[in-house]
């Protein structure tokens, strides 16, 4: 049995539910040392990871995309994947077009001026995994959001096949959403290549972008010489489901994670045991038929299984506990439940909500946080491409009536050049009023 019926509170669902990976120290050291050798070493570096991991010798000038390149990946896709992937391409560029912040700026009734400008950034790094799969979904998702902020250069990296190209599909991805630079380099290296730089690919401002425990680290690790949007590792799907559940459809969502990688999760909370032994047997049997078989079953063994719970109650209370990047509401009524909910990526909710709607075409990104962060982290979104600068413009009128609360308050912090600053505009507007 590859999926676990567990109890909740027992010491086997307590510690389905930490997820912690095992070897996390070890893959950390070997990450600080690619971040080392790319940031001393530049391209040398990265084309040597690229030849050590993704076994593909390239050289400096082959590891940048070529505009051929591109049209030549045209001839190799088919009418039906572009009629698809133009569909999600619309629906992913309608939702993230809504959530476009705008600059404001409102006088008040001194006529001081106070607001916000909200600009785009310059250059943006993209990662689009590529390891064991190929990902021109990931490619829109990061580029679309970039473009509707009106970022210029979109640089995106993502690890070349066993043939040293890009997929055409990932290449015509590229092109439709509006990526500008493109290069063949995945892992820690690629996010070092981008955060410090080297002597072809120039620095970012901000990485995003899903990837394995590799390219997770690293953003973590060049955090703060770049942004970052997140840490969005190896995927994840919680599912909440009663008795009304069909198990059919929960085995098929629940291995649609699994399949991604060896430390993907896939967790079934229900107060129902014949439930969790319905799913346990259809996931048995649908494993069977998979082409990743192999990945999804580790990954099962590992951070999978049901974990019966006393009621749905308690179901909420640790799927909020757990804060997983996908969160499927497979009950009676789940709208009744969603406000219960405080902690998760995204949210599915009813039985034709399988988790790759999101994945795919519905709109919202599918690049989500995982390992607990959705507790603090947002999905990708438009304003993670943007910046906001405030605005501040007074008027004597407004300097006169609050400018002494201004010298209480630097006088009273000790700096007094600030309360200076000021008390020098306050003498003159005195003396104009004497006059
Ligand atoms: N959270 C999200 O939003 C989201 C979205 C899509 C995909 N994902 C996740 O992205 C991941 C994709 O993983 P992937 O492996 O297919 O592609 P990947 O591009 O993330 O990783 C492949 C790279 O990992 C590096 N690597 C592999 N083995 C290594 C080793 N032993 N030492 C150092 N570096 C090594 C190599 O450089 C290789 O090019 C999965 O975990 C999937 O679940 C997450
Ligand atoms: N489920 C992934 C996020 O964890 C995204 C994805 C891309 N393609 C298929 N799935
Ligand atoms: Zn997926």
Same mark, same amino acid.
């Given at each position: 049995?590859?999926?676990?019926?567990?109890?909740?509170?027992?010491?086997?669902? !307590?510690?389905?539910?930490?997820?912690?990976?095992?070897? @996390?120290?070890?893959?950390? =050291?070997? #990450?600080?040392?690619?971040?080392? +050798?790319?940031?001393?070493?530049?391209?040398?570096?990265?084309?040597?990871?690229?030849?050590?991991?993704?076994?593909?010798?390239?050289?400096?000038?082959?590891?940048?995309?070529?505009?051929?390149?591109?049209?030549?990946?045209?001839?190799?896709?088919?009418?039906?994947? @572009?009629?698809?992937?133009?569909?999600?391409?619309? &629906?992913?560029?309608?939702?993230?077009?809504?959530?476009? %912040?705008?600059?404001?700026? !409102?006088?008040?009734?001194?006529? *001081?001026?106070?607001?916000?400008?909200?600009?785009?950034?310059?250059?943006?790094?993209?990662?689009?995994?590529?390891?064991?799969?190929?990902? %021109?979904?990931?490619?829109?998702? &990061?580029?679309? %959001?970039?473009? #509707?902020?009106?970022?210029?250069?979109?640089?995106?990296?993502?690890?070349?096949?066993?043939?040293?190209?890009?997929?055409?599909?990932?290449?015509?991805?590229?092109?439709?959403?509006?990526?500008?630079?493109?290069?063949?380099?995945?892992?820690? =290296?690629?996010?070092?290549?981008?955060?410090?730089?080297?002597?072809?690919?120039?620095?970012?401002?901000?990485?995003?972008?899903?990837? *394995?425990?590799?390219?997770? @680290?690293?953003?973590? +690790?060049?955090?703060?010489? #770049? &942004?970052?949007?997140?840490?969005?590792?190896?995927?994840?799907?919680?599912?909440?489901?009663?008795?009304?559940?069909?198990?059919?459809?929960?085995?098929?969502?629940?291995?649609?994670?699994?399949?991604?990688?060896?430390?993907?999760?896939?967790?079934?909370?229900?107060?129902?045991?014949?439930?969790?032994?319905?799913?346990?047997?259809?996931?048995?049997? =649908?494993?069977?038929?998979?082409?990743?078989?192999?990945?999804?079953?580790?990954?099962?063994?590992?951070?999978?299984?049901?974990?019966?719970?006393?009621?749905?109650?308690?179901?909420?209370?640790?799927?909020?506990?757990?804060?997983?990047?996908?969160? !499927?509401?497979?009950?009676?009524?789940?709208?009744?439940?969603?406000?219960?909910?405080?902690?998760?990526?995204?949210?599915?909710?009813?039985?034709?909500?399988?988790?790759?709607?999101?994945?795919?075409?519905?709109? %919202?990104?599918?690049?989500?946080?995982?390992?607990?962060?959705?507790?603090?982290?947002?999905?990708?979104?438009? !304003?993670?491409?943007?910046?906001?600068?405030?605005?501040?413009?007074?008027?004597?009128?407004?300097?006169?009536?609050?400018?002494?609360?201004?010298?209480?308050?630097?006088?009273?912090?000790?700096?007094?050049?600030?309360?200076?600053?000021?008390? #020098?505009?306050?003498?003159?507007?005195?003396?104009?009023?004497?006059?």
């Amino acid at each position: 049995m590859v999926f676990r019926i567990l109890q909740a509170g027992s010491v086997e669902a !307590e510690r389905l539910l930490m997820k912690e990976y095992g070897d @996390l120290a070890c893959y950390e =050291q070997a #990450v600080r040392e690619i971040l080392a +050798e790319v940031k001393c070493r530049g391209d040398e570096a990265v084309l040597a990871y690229t030849a050590r991991f993704d076994g593909v010798e390239l050289t400096a000038a082959t590891m940048r995309v070529s505009e051929a390149e591109v049209a030549e990946a045209y001839t190799r896709v088919d009418e039906e994947f @572009l009629a698809a992937l133009r569909l999600a391409r619309d &629906n992913i560029s309608a939702f993230h077009q809504k959530q476009l %912040p705008k600059s404001w700026a !409102e006088p008040d009734q001194k006529g *001081n001026v106070l607001g916000q400008l909200v600009r785009p950034l310059e250059r943006v790094g993209i990662y689009v995994p590529g390891g064991t799969a190929d990902y %021109p979904s990931s490619v829109l998702m &990061n580029a679309i %959001p970039a473009r #509707v902020a009106g970022v210029k250069e979109i640089v995106m990296v993502a690890p070349p096949r066993r043939d040293g190209r890009l997929s055409p599909y990932t290449l015509v991805a590229a092109r439709e959403a509006g990526v500008t630079e493109i290069y063949k380099i995945g892992g820690a =290296q690629a996010i070092a290549a981008l955060a410090f730089g080297t002597e072809t690919i120039r620095k970012v401002d901000l990485i995003t972008g899903p990837g *394995n425990i590799y390219v997770t @680290l690293a953003k973590k +690790e060049v955090y703060g010489r #770049v &942004n970052i949007d997140m840490l969005a590792g190896p995927s994840e799907i919680l599912i909440i489901a009663d008795e009304t559940a069909n198990p059919r459809y929960l085995a098929a969502d629940l291995l649609s994670q699994a399949e991604h990688d060896v430390l993907a999760s896939s967790v079934l909370l229900t107060p129902s045991r014949e439930l969790a032994e319905a799913v346990a047997g259809e996931v048995e049997k =649908q494993l069977q038929a998979l082409e990743r078989r192999e990945i999804a079953a580790k990954s099962l063994v590992s951070y999978g299984g049901a974990i019966i719970t006393a009621d749905l109650e308690e179901a909420v209370a640790l799927a909020n506990r757990y804060a997983p990047e996908h969160l !499927e509401l497979q009950v009676q009524d789940p709208w009744q439940w969603l406000g219960l909910i405080q902690h998760a990526g995204a949210i599915f909710l009813g039985p034709y909500t399988p988790e790759p709607v999101g994945d795919y075409l519905a709109g %919202p990104n599918h690049v989500l946080p995982t390992g607990g962060t959705a507790r603090f982290y947002s999905a990708l979104n438009v !304003e993670t491409f943007m910046k906001k600068t405030s605005l501040l413009s007074y008027t004597a009128r407004g300097l006169k009536a609050e400018g002494e609360a201004i010298v209480k308050l630097a006088n009273t912090e000790g700096l007094t050049a600030h309360a200076r600053a000021v008390a #020098v505009r306050l003498e003159d507007l005195t003396e104009e009023g004497e006059q």
